[in-house]
């Protein structure tokens, strides 16, 4: 059977989901051209309850069962890619965080505006992580995301949530002989490898009915890799110029100090000279890209030395405490202190001094488009009604 689109469920031990999953989407999508494909990697009776309720379903349900999970969570999605050939490919997870509801929205916005991507996003407006188990859990997603679109700024200038498990993607826009999937997040890896044009929905991440989340330190270390592995290219130039910076800024405090200047004024010299000088070598190696996206020449320069300054203020405190407190030489404590701000710097200039402006909008509606489902439909769709 040729379908126009393909729900790719990856599941790994979410038999108690499967029954209420499959019953959802079967309400929503239409079986005459939709698939529900299950790739599975679990130790439990989830493919024996996707049999089940595949008996069930108007909607054809199809499962491959991976014996061996290469690239865990986004190995199985590329698994799914290549084992089907629908014109829409729609992702999500198995644990019912995902309301199925929205599916159909997904399809009808990327149809609507000709995007590559549609992204079910938590952080557009109107929608929600309020689903993710505790505070630590949220903190941790958003720090994620915000290193993320730091180090991709220009491909995710459209994607307020690279992090999320639940999109749409045209089979046309995506080339899995280029994916190298890994870990959990494979939106991030499809955006970063080429330039798509995306579009977002809003969602509230539902909590989960049954099973445990998968997240873990061990998926933390891989994101951490996958990133490392996408992308180093801005963020090591960027660190060149520290580096570069930070040899500068000991050897001025080194000379200053040998000559019996205050080792305090030393450091404060030595932060101001480094601070000017480091901005103009980041405007031409780093951000130049990215300087004309928000802000004028001077805004960029005053908010780069304001908030160097600051930081340089803060660390001083510290840094009298090693030396006061600890056998530590006081230019080697510098040192300290200088690599302990730097991904903060990062992090700092590429989400708000160089961060690029947004090209489309959140949830486009176009007035030749087919009609989209009732205001109705879509806040069932976005709060994720159980019905």
């Not at 969570?73 to 509801?101: N, Y």
Request: hydrophobic residues 45%; charged residues 20%; neutral net charge.
């Amino acid at each position: 059977m040729t379908t126009t689109t393909t729900i790719i469920v990856p599941t790994f031990n979410e038999a108690p989901n499967v029954g209420e999953l499959v019953r959802r989407l079967d309400a929503v999508a239409d079986p005459r051209d939709t698939e529900i494909l299950f790739v599975d990697d679990s130790s439990d009776d989830t493919p024996d309850r996707v049999r089940a309720a595949a008996e069930t379903s108007r909607v054809p349900v199809r499962l491959i069962h991976r014996d061996e999970p290469d690239g865990g969570l986004s190995g199985a999605v590329v698994r799914g890619i290549r084992e089907s050939d629908s014109e829409w490919f729609v992702v999500m997870d198995g644990d019912l965080q995902h309301p199925p509801e929205l599916v159909p929205i997904l399809l009808e916005t990327g149809r609507a505006t000709g995007a590559d991507v549609v992204v079910a996003s938590r952080h557009a407006q109107g929608g929600s992580s309020e689903g993710l188990s505790n505070w630590v859990r949220r903190a941790v997603s958003s720090g994620s995301i915000l290193l993320t679109r730091s180090m991709f700024p220009s491909r995710l200038r459209n994607c307020s949530d690279p992090m999320t498990g639940y999109f749409a993607v045209r089979r046309a826009s995506v080339d899995t002989a280029e994916l190298q999937p890994r870990g959990f997040k494979i939106l991030l890896e499809i955006l970063a490898r080429k330039r798509m044009s995306v579009v977002e929905e809003p969602f509230v991440f539902a909590e989960r009915i049954a099973g445990e989340s998968k997240a873990d330190l061990r998926q933390g270390l891989r994101f951490l890799h996958q990133l490392a592995s996408l992308r180093f290219g801005r963020m090591s130039r960027f660190a060149v110029i520290g580096g570069f910076g930070a040899v500068l800024n000991l050897a001025i405090m080194a000379a200053l100090v040998a000559v019996s200047v205050n080792y305090v004024i030393a450091a404060i010299v030595a932060a101001a000279v480094t601070i000017v000088m480091n901005f103009f070598l980041q405007e031409r190696f780093v951000f130049r890209d990215l300087r004309h996206e928000r802000h004028a020449f001077w805004t960029r320069f005053s908010a780069s030395v304001g908030f160097n300054s600051l930081e340089a203020a803060v660390r001083l405190p510290f840094l009298a405490l090693l030396v006061a407190f600890t056998p530590i030489p006081s230019v080697v404590a510098q040192a300290v202190t200088l690599a302990a701000a730097f991904v903060l710097r990062f992090l700092f200039h590429s989400s708000f001094i160089y961060r690029p402006r947004r090209t489309t909008p959140v949830s486009p509606l176009i007035a030749e488009a087919a009609p989209l489902p009732t205001q109705s439909g879509r806040e069932a769709a976005i709060g994720g009604s159980m019905n």
